[in-house]
């Protein structure tokens, strides 16, 4: 009897909504999955957004980036209160329009103060960033025109309770930045379209009122697909921008960088292609901060030995740290992508080792080569990867294995060979072994 009264409330509270004279509104497929509870300030947010609404319209959250809320709330001028900026879109017969919606709180309350619309289909991501200098934070938004294939950004300023649209220009990444060390944000924007064989940068400025591009170059000519590109700095420390990126022989990492009032790709080569050679690798491994010093090392690969009897090519990854002209080694590591380590190679080892690549059993064992008679000798060590459930089994040989890391459900084991004339030791194999960032093997 409980179970009916329940569902007939439930029912009769459908009705209601249905029968109601609201505005009718819908929402993207993954809010229906994990509707949010709207609370605090978000109530009348939403409230004085819906008013101002002529139509339905569905809320549209942003696919990438920090912010993933259809309505996302910034103090852009940093008075203490914060503005809301809703995105949803409309439909005006078979267009489908976009809108960014400014909410602002006044004395009595919170209103829809200002909106702009552009025709695409969803929006990307959303940041803010003070280009101008007024202290009053800009509203940059990337929007999806058509799917990932055709990208506009857009930048707003809200002034006066009036939204205006600075610049607009086609983008496959942004990032806001002082990539000239003048103390001001520039907003870098990076274009990858395959179909027109344009791989480029630019950089903007505000100036006389409006953004202005201040400096411009070009990227790899064979590139496919991109990573969003990340400011940092050089280990000289000036400031760059890195990009990675995917081409048919591999990936590659670009540096840009801003100097005699030009952007800068130092790592092109021009001469015959238009290509980045001096940082092609086959493994799609991007540039990280691998020591952790603040700066990112770019992976470049060397030729590995083979023990297997095999044709299969294998890799060493070098992390090199860039200067501005000189890619300069700081460690050399073995990644194993497919389970997810890598191992450092210590000092005494560079150069000296060959790996069996056992995937089936998720294995590989690293034996001692001597690079002078192209010589491949005893064993070092092995590593796999084996389940949980395995390695607790009271019926699993653990003799010889010990734990290296556990990840999920799996666990990483370890066996050394401590017969031989050169050894690794249970303790270095375990300070040796890391495993990969989960962001990085996304």
């Known amino acids: 009897m409980k179970i009916r009264r329940i569902t007939a409330v439930f029912m009769a509270a459908c009705l209601c909504v249905l029968l109601t004279g609201c505005k009718m509104f819908s929402v993207d497929t993954e809010q229906l999955m994990t509707p949010p509870e709207l609370t605090g300030e978000m109530v009348p947010i939403s409230r004085a957004l819906s008013s101002s609404i002529k139509g339905e319209y569905q809320l549209k959250y942003p696919s990438s980036g920090e912010r993933r809320s259809a309505i996302i709330l910034e103090d ?89 649209r600075r610049l607009s220009e086609k983008y496959t990444g942004f990032a806001c930045c002082d990539l000239t060390g003048s103390g001001s944000f520039e907003l870098f924007i990076h274009l990858l379209d395959t179909s027109s064989m344009i791989n480029s940068a630019s950089l903007y400025r505000f100036s006389d009122g409006g953004l202005q591009k201040i400096g411009g170059c070009i990227l790899d000519s064979e590139v496919k697909t991109a990573s969003s590109p990340v400011f940092s700095r050089l280990s000289s420390g000036r400031p760059a921008v890195y990009i990675d990126e995917i081409k048919g022989a591999g990936a590659v990492t670009e540096v840009l960088v801003f100097g005699d009032d030009e952007l800068k790709n130092p790592l092109l080569e021009t001469d015959d292609t238009i290509e980045n050679i001096r940082t092609l690798r086959s493994a799609s491994i991007p540039c990280m901060d691998i020591d952790f010093d603040g700066v990112p090392e770019i992976p470049v690969a060397t030729n590995l030995p083979n023990a297997a009897d095999t044709e299969e090519l294998l890799y060493y990854t070098n992390w090199c740290e860039f200067d501005g002209e000189n890619l300069l080694t700081k460690k050399i590591t073995v990644f194993n992508t497919i389970d997810g380590y890598y191992l450092d190679v210590p000092q005494n080892l560079e150069g000296h080792l060959a790996v069996l690549k056992d995937t089936d059993n998720h294995r590989r064992v690293f034996y001692y080569y001597d690079a002078q008679s192209d010589i491949i000798g005893e064993r070092l060590a092995s590593i796999e990867v084996i389940s949980e459930k395995k390695w607790q089994s009271k019926s699993f040989d653990r003799r010889n294995l010990f734990e290296l890391g556990e990840d999920k459900s799996v666990v990483f084991v370890g066996s050394v060979n401590l017969t031989g004339a050169v050894q690794i030791s249970q303790k270095q194999l375990k300070e040796l072994f890391n495993l990969i960032p989960q962001e990085v093997q996304k």
């Open 76 to 164: 852009i001028d940093g008075d203490g209160a914060v503005e809301a900026f809703a995105f949803y879109s409309t439909q005006d017969d078979e267009t489908t329009n976009m809108h960014i919606n400014a909410v602002c709180k006044g004395k009595s309350g919170y209103k829809s103060v200002a909106e702009q619309s552009i025709v695409a289909g969803n929006v990307e991501m959303v940041d803010f960033c003070d280009l101008d200098g007024d202290g009053i934070k800009e509203i940059i938004v990337g929007w999806e025109v058509y799917g990932a294939s055709e990208k506009r950004l857009c930048v707003y300023s809200l002034d006066r309770k009036k939204l205006s």
